[in-house]
């Protein structure tokens, strides 16, 4: 099975860089990704790493460590408009299957 | 381009009643799935679809049935509705270049009394 931890609450002010921490332990992994969702909305892909290192995409970066199973999404410049939940992310080697993480509620204060 | 439509958006239901949520993509995506959020949760899958005419258990199948009979629809039904079924529930497709990139639709707020 999959087993993914992340913090269930961060709250970071507006400029400032936040890195939101996501561990898991599964019995396959075929890469992680991060979602971003607005309350009452769908969630909307943010990244995916499937090797190890980090991937830049404009103010939003991820991370990951296959070897130690974890992976993290930093977000730089915050902004109000960034306050949502983030939800981590393992695919199953079983192509279609998905594990989500319970998804971490940003806060950005002014 | 509508993406991935559902339908209804918010639907009651008593106990023991049946209902079919509907899915519509319109992006030629061979993947479709069903999950549920409950309040301060992730995403759970329930079923999915790797193409038309298949479909698979999710995480939690219990109580629910799906068929895609078209490669465009993914249909979720409730055969006898239980208020632990009360959750909202997301459609979701992706292109098998990449699976790992779900498009969701907009949602539908399900509430069984």
């Known amino acids: 099975g999959q087993n993914i931890d992340q913090p269930t609450e961060m709250t970071a002010t507006e400029g400032a860089i936040v890195q939101i921490n996501c561990t898991y332990q599964?019995?396959?992994?075929?890469?992680l990704f991060w979602y971003q969702q607005h309350a009452g909305e769908a969630p909307t892909f943010l990244s995916y790493?499937?090797?190890?290192g980090l991937e830049e995409k404009g103010r939003f970066s991820s991370f990951l460590s296959r070897s130690k199973g974890y992976s993290y999404l930093l977000l730089k410049e915050l902004q109000m408009k960034d306050s949502a939940s983030y939800l981590c992310?393992?695919?199953?080697?079983?192509?279609?299957?998905?594990?989500f993480g319970d998804g971490t509620t940003l806060t950005v204060k002014p | 381009n509508a993406g991935v439509t559902q339908t209804p958006k918010f639907r009651v239901l008593k106990t023991g009643q049946s209902m079919t949520l509907l899915c519509a993509q319109d992006?030629?995506?061979?993947?479709m799935y069903w999950y549920r959020q409950d309040p301060g949760m992730g995403l759970r899958l329930i079923h999915y679809?790797?193409?038309?005419?298949?479909?698979a258990k999710g995480e939690v199948p219990d109580g629910y049935n799906v068929s895609r009979l078209k490669k465009q629809n993914f249909l979720l039904g409730l055969e006898s509705a239980a208020p632990s079924q009360t959750s909202v529930y997301f459609c979701?497709?992706?292109?098998?270049?990449?699976?790992?990139?779900?498009?969701f639709g907009s949602g539908t707020q399900l509430s069984v009394l």
């Open positions: 979701a497709s992706s292109p098998t270049g990449e699976i790992e990139k779900l498009f």
């Open positions: 599964t019995s396959g992994f075929n890469g």
């Open positions: 790493n499937v090797l190890d």
């Open positions: 992310a393992v695919r199953d080697p079983n192509a279609g299957k998905s594990t």
């Open positions: 992006m030629n995506h061979e993947y």
């Open positions: 679809s790797v193409g038309e005419g298949t479909t």
